[in-house]
């Protein structure tokens, strides 16, 4: 094996065990601000740009209010962090939106069984992965790709409170679109949607990509060996796939039915978010077309990673626990820009 191959594999293997550290963090020590001090730590190490809202300045984030309220001690983070070198002003610049609940009870509409919230603290693994991605496309150094790469988490805790949202609310995200909450165990999606809003209207992205552990419908037809891919892009959708199977973190191309999307409809708001009436049964789908509206016409991949995020035993390539799925797939992504 020649240096390059050898440099490039233990820098994505540090990554990669960042990710699995922090996923693996309970929840007793893992909220929000605990994130958002990590983040801190491993972005000043390694010379990356870092910025972190709290309190009054979340005003605009309607949805990641509504589900970080739910513990407003330490209440809910927005992380930002940057890889931007000197002379990458006119480099293309891809932002990565992940979903960071650092404890999911499923809030008002509490989970049931009850055995389901036992690996809750994973739900923060999208959060993880792009932190470390980022990381990861920093230490490369000289191998890096000539990309802008910024990572958005977007973390909450999603508990049951007298604060917690209700079923019935309507809340109001980031660029005014409103929407009524169905069930507060769909949280991630509202705060993935405020993460999207305000990368679109802010970070002038040349590609948005967001990766969340978002639906148990994921896994129903993909298994835990695949990730549920969408995007209306074939070309990008192509890239992503062949960068899995050389990665081993593998994605399959999921159809946007826009049949589906009447379920969205809400008497009271511009949409409701969980599209059960009429069921079409299809709970990713529906989940991805709601996402893709908070993307407005920009490049956008959504990466449902509920089913490989989180492996209940060693089972092929990946290990028990939490995997880190995502930091390997698109860091190989990236260097292919």
Not at 98 to 112: C, E, N, P
Not at 147 to 163: F, G, K, Q
Request: aromatic residues 6%.
């Amino acid at each position: 094996l020649d240096e390059k191959t050898v440099a490039r594999a233990w820098v994505i293997a540090q990554a990669l065990y960042t990710a699995r550290d922090l996923v693996h963090t309970p929840s007793n020590i893992k909220n929000p601000l605990w994130m958002a001090q990590e983040a801190k730590k491993l972005a000043d190490e390694k010379g990356l740009a870092i910025s972190v809202l709290a309190g009054k300045e979340l005003a605009k984030f309607g949805g990641l209010l509504a589900v970080g309220n739910s513990a407003p001690k330490p209440g809910p983070r927005l992380v930002q962090v940057s890889y931007e070198p000197k002379g990458s002003k006119n480099w293309p610049h891809v932002v990565l939106v992940g979903k960071g609940i650092t404890f999911d009870t499923g809030g008002v509409s509490l989970k049931r069984p009850y055995e389901h919230m036992v690996g809750m603290k994973s739900d923060m693994s999208g959060a993880a992965a792009v932190l470390a991605t980022v990381i990861a496309i920093d230490q490369l150094g000289v191998n890096a790709p000539k990309v802008r790469v910024t990572a958005i988490l977007m973390c909450a805790e999603n508990a049951l409170s007298s604060t917690a949202q209700r079923p019935s609310d309507v809340i109001t995200h980031y660029g005014g679109t409103t929407v009524e909450v169905i069930n507060t165990d769909a949280e991630g999606r509202l705060v993935l949607a405020d993460g999207l809003a305000y990368a679109d209207a802010e970070l002038d992205p040349d590609y948005l990509i967001d990766v969340a552990t978002l639906t148990g419908a994921a896994t129903l037809g993909l298994g835990r060996q695949y990730a549920a891919m969408y995007t209306r892009d074939l070309a990008l959708a192509q890239e992503l796939y062949d960068a899995g199977q050389s990665s081993g973190e593998r994605v399959w191309h999921m159809p946007l039915i826009d049949d589906y999307k009447v379920a969205l409809a809400s008497e009271i708001a511009d949409f409701n978010h969980t599209a059960e009436k009429p069921d079409f049964n299809g709970g990713s789908i529906t989940a991805a077309l709601f996402l893709e509206h908070f993307a407005g016409t920009r490049k956008w991949v959504h990466l449902d990673i509920a089913g490989p995020a989180r492996s209940e035993n060693d089972s092929g390539e990946n290990p028990k626990g939490g995997t880190g799925f995502g930091v390997r797939l698109l860091t190989e992504w990236l260097t292919s820009l």
